[in-house]
């Protein structure tokens, strides 16, 4: 049996990071890191498109919990402790520089995920971090002097537990049994597929802003949107997929949205329709694009509201017009199921928040047991987000530690 003072299971970005702020708040601590696969870190390698998507240039914590379609409300608070700026300069100790993207997104200036995973190695090697591969857990137990740890491989035991293992339905299934609530998962980062004349024939276009909202609900968002072999993607369709993934879960992602290309209502729109056809009276409708959309979905919108390839402006019927104004102020797009984002596979669902102590990440139920990243019911929008959950949970966990194994 192996014996430490702390063990992490799971690894990853929020394991290394816990562990690494652990042995240097406490270097007398013995840590050891649970890993199942036979290497670590895959998740931090492919994010970002092997960029590392670190964090996101958002620096007031009640900005950034807007993020978070769960863990708003939690978050507030551990984020006046360890946010942005503190991830900054935690890597920046590290010679590693972070850049702002126009998006404001944050990555590595050697543009290269390689960075962080060898940070992350290189000092866990430094502080004689112990890590062991492919140790896939079969249960944990607690017990009086502390936890009891067996693998398919080896059984370790330890004062403190932490578990980093996100979105890993066997470590949610030994925690309900230790009376803990599973939110079930669902995936919560998602492009949308969808059958449709309009854009079937346009993949690569991108509109720079649009409104998308959900019929029959609330639900709606904003921002860029990019049409693709199958559907829809970028921000606008990324963050609503975020939003509504409980909804979409329950709908099984068959339901539809309505999207206005141009910012305008339909009056407005229909109006500037009006200009057009005096202005532009001799001109073909077809051939020329308005309200600054890309070219092709302009003319696949004209196509749909009943107005021929070669119509001028002078020809064109009203009837025509308020057709138009409709198909690019609210336009019908049926859903008809979720494509995986790039890579990137983040899920809602996990670890009832109710159940955790957001001032040290530590299990309510059970003292010396904690939890940081995705394992929690946190997720957020696309953008870095979801790593700067794991840097400050896995910090705070840390600091949690680190004094109580003081006293």
């Known amino acids: 049996m192996k014996d430490y003072d702390v063990i992490i299971i799971g690894g990853g970005a929020a394991g290394f990071f816990t562990a690494i702020n652990i042995a240097e708040m406490s270097p007398s601590l013995t840590i050891a890191i649970l890993e199942r696969g036979h290497e670590g870190l895959q998740k931090v390698k492919i994010s970002g498109g092997g960029r590392c998507n670190v964090t996101h240039a958002e620096f007031t914590p009640s900005e950034l919990v807007l993020n978070y379609p769960r863990g708003e409300k939690e978050l507030l608070g551990p984020f006046h402790q360890f946010m942005t700026g ?209 070219k092709r979905l302009w003319q696949e919108l004209v196509k749909a509201s009943d107005i021929f390839e070669a119509t001028t402006w002078a020809d064109v019927k009203r009837q025509q017009l308020e057709s138009l104004s409709l198909q690019l102020t609210t336009a019908i797009f049926s859903v008809e199921g979720k494509s995986t984002f790039k890579e990137e596979f983040v899920t809602a669902g996990g670890v009832d928040l109710k159940e955790i102590n957001f001032k040290s990440f530590e299990s309510k139920l059970y003292p010396t047991l904690y939890f940081a990243g995705e394992i929690l019911n946190i997720d957020a929008v696309t953008g870095g987000f979801n790593f700067q959950n794991a840097w400050t949970g896995g910090y705070i966990a840390a600091k949690s530690i680190s004094m109580n194994h003081a006293y």
């Open 86 to 294: 503190d991830t900054i300069d935690w890597f920046l100790k590290r010679d590693i520089q972070l850049k702002i993207e126009e998006d404001g997104r944050m990555f590595p200036t050697s543009d290269s995920s390689k960075t962080i995973v060898d940070c992350f190695l290189n000092e866990a090697k430094k502080h004689h971090i112990d890590i062991f591969y492919n140790q896939s857990v079969k249960s944990f137990i607690r017990e009086l002097s502390g936890w009891k740890i067996e693998t398919i491989k080896s059984v370790f035991q330890s004062q403190t537990l932490v578990l980093t293992t996100g979105s890993n339905s066997k470590i949610w299934a030994l925690l309900k049994r230790f009376g803990h609530t599973i939110i079930d998962a669902v995936p919560s980062l998602f492009t949308f597929k969808i059958e449709d004349e309009r854009i079937s024939n346009i993949p690569g276009v991108v509109v720079n802003h649009v409104t998308i909202k959900v019929k029959n609900s609330d639900l709606m968002s904003t921002g860029p949107l990019l049409i693709t072999h199958v559907g829809m993607s970028a921000p606008a369709i990324l963050k609503l997929s975020s939003f509504g993934a409980i909804e979409f879960a329950k709908r099984d992602y068959k339901f539809k949205v309505e999207i206005n290309f141009v910012s305008l209502t339909k009056e407005e729109c229909l109006d500037a329709l009006k200009a057009c056809k005096h202005r532009l009276n001799k001109k073909t409708i077809s051939k020329f694009s308005q309200f600054q959309l890309p």
